[in-house]
Every structure is written in structure tokens, then in C-alpha cells.
């Protein structure tokens, strides 16, 4: 098998600590001419649909790759690690629904194994660290060149842990979709496809009170203005010209955000 040349690499382990150049170094023992791509690892703690949005949102728009993610509360339990095929890539990490938004952004999942081969770890295994000694040095595996059933048992796709679909209602001028995610800039992006704004109009209310404008870019706003938008993603996303959108609208990820014309 060809294998890859890349490793796309999303944990929510954070840059103040060595739990990432712990997961590069187990790569770089096993296959030191792999290159790297830091998705990110400042996924907040635990936030495994977090996780799943981001590495989807970013995964077809990399080469192809082994795409390591890591966002693991069960580390240590019996949730067991697995390796997704896709028609573009192949992901690997814990099976708690992390994977499958992104298998899905890569054409659909065409197989899965569960990652069960003790042969592929590196030295003791942690039972809190399986993103150093197990998840990273199967992925070096794989991007060499190693077939994906080497892993370890098929399983039933239909078996794999999989988040709940975020909730997305359209009706007649209206909208109600769950808040997917809050970037660093505090926009705020919806569940909903950015084709949902097509009937609404350009001069909007969120939540039922709040004025709003539909435009493309933050300066269709005046500064402080609210603005809705499809984003990069095409994702409903809201946003303040200069300012935070999360703070204005008091909303966290799983909340349901309203937006209709007025």
C-alpha cells in the first residue's frame, strides 16, 4: 500500500504542556519522514462535538492524509480505538463520534477496523496517554503504508458511536438551528447550511429581538452591527463587525439560536 504523506493531528490537549511533542515524538520514531499538520489542540476539554466540527470543517481541505484525532474522555475505558477508510484519507482515534462528521466531509466511511493490533504500540501503554502509545504510532503505521485491517477486527460502520445530528428547523421567514461551535473571535456558527438564508430577506431578528443584517463579509455592517452569514464553511454563522457575537447573544455550543426577517 502507498501510504501518506501527511498526518493531520486535532487534540484538545493544549500547547502548555509536553502531551503534543510527546504525540509528534512517538510519530517521529516510527516514521520520521511524515509530515504533520496541526489542526489544533486547544479544543476545549472533553468537547468531542467540538472536536468533530472542527477536524470536518478543516479535513477536505488538506491533502490526503492519516487524519490523528484525539478529544478521548474515556481514555482508559472500555471504549475501544478505531481506523475509518474514506475515499479521501483515513482517520483514526477513539470511537465516541469524534471521527464521523469528518468521515463523512471525506466521501463516507468504505470500512472501519478496530485499532486492536498491540503489535502497533510503542512500549507500556498508559491508560490516560493512548494519544502517545497507541493512537500516534498507528497513524505513523498507516501513513507508511500499512494496511488498514492490520489494525485489528472489522467493524460494522453502522456500529460506531456517533454524536447526535445538531437540531435544524426552517419554516416560513424563520429559522432555529443549535450553535455548532464559537471561534476564537466569538462568531457563532450554526448547524444550519448557509443555502437556509436564501428566504429570509436582509434586514433580520435573532432571537427574537435582537436587529440584524444578512450580508457576505463583517464590513456589510456598521461597526458593533450584528451580521449573519454564510461562513467558509457554509455554515450559518452570526457575527459582530469588531466585536463578539457570542457575548451579544449569550449563547453557548447546544443552545438554538432564532433567526427571521422583520
Known amino acids: 500500500m502507498a501510504g501518506y504523506g501527511w498526518i493531520s493531528f486535532t487534540t484538545d490537549y493544549g500547547t502548555f504542556d509536553g502531551f503534543v511533542a510527546a504525540c509528534h515524538g512517538s510519530i517521529a520514531r516510527v516514521a520520521p519522514d511524515i509530515r504533520v499538520i496541526d489542526v ?44 475509518l477508510v474514506t475515499p479521501k ?21 468504505t470500512a472501519a477496523y478496530e485499532l486492536d493490533n498491540k503489535d502497533w504500540t510503542l512500549g507500556d501503554v498508559s491508560r490516560t496517554f493512548h494519544g502517545r502509545d497507541v ?5 505513523a503505521r498507516l501513513a507508511l503504508g500499512a494496511a488498514p485491517e492490520e489494525a485489528g477486527p472489522a467493524v460494522d460502520p453502522a456500529a460506531l458511536t456517533r454524536l447526535p445530528d445538531p437540531n435544524v ?7 432555529e438551528a443549535e450553535v455548532l461551535t464559537v471561534d476564537r ?18 434586514e433580520l431578528l435573532v432571537n427574537g ?49 432564532r433567526i427571521a426577517a422583520r
Open 40 to 83: 489544533t489542540h486547544h479544543v476545549p476539554p472533553a468537547d468531542v462535538a467540538r472536536g468533530a466540527a472542527v477536524l470536518a470543517q478543516t479535513a477536505p481541505h488538506l491533502p490526503a492524509s492519516v487524519h490523528l484525532a484525539v478529544v478521548d474522555p474515556g481514555v482508559g475505558t472500555a471504549r475501544r480505538g478505531v481506523v
Open 89 to 109: 484519507g483515513l482517520l483514526i482515534g477513539p470511537d465516541n463520534g469524534l471521527l464521523i462528521w469528518a468521515a463523512e466531509a471525506l466521501g463516507g466511511i
Open 135 to 139: 493512537f500516534a504510532p498507528a497513524a
Open 169 to 175: 428547523t426552517i419554516g416560513d421567514g424563520w429559522i
Open 185 to 202: 473571535f466569538g462568531n457563532v456558527q450554526l448547524a444550519a447550511d448557509g443555502s437556509a438564508l436564501s428566504g429570509l430577506g436582509s
Open 209 to 257: 429581538g435582537v436587529r440584524a443584517r444578512r450580508g457576505t463579509t463583517f464590513a456589510d455592517v456598521n461597526v458593533g452591527e450584528l451580521l449573519v452569514f454564510a461562513d467558509s464553511a457554509d455554515r450559518v454563522a452570526i457575527a459582530v463587525n469588531n466585536g463578539r457575537a457570542v457575548v451579544l447573544l449569550s449563547v453557548v455550543p447546544g443552545d438554538t439560536v
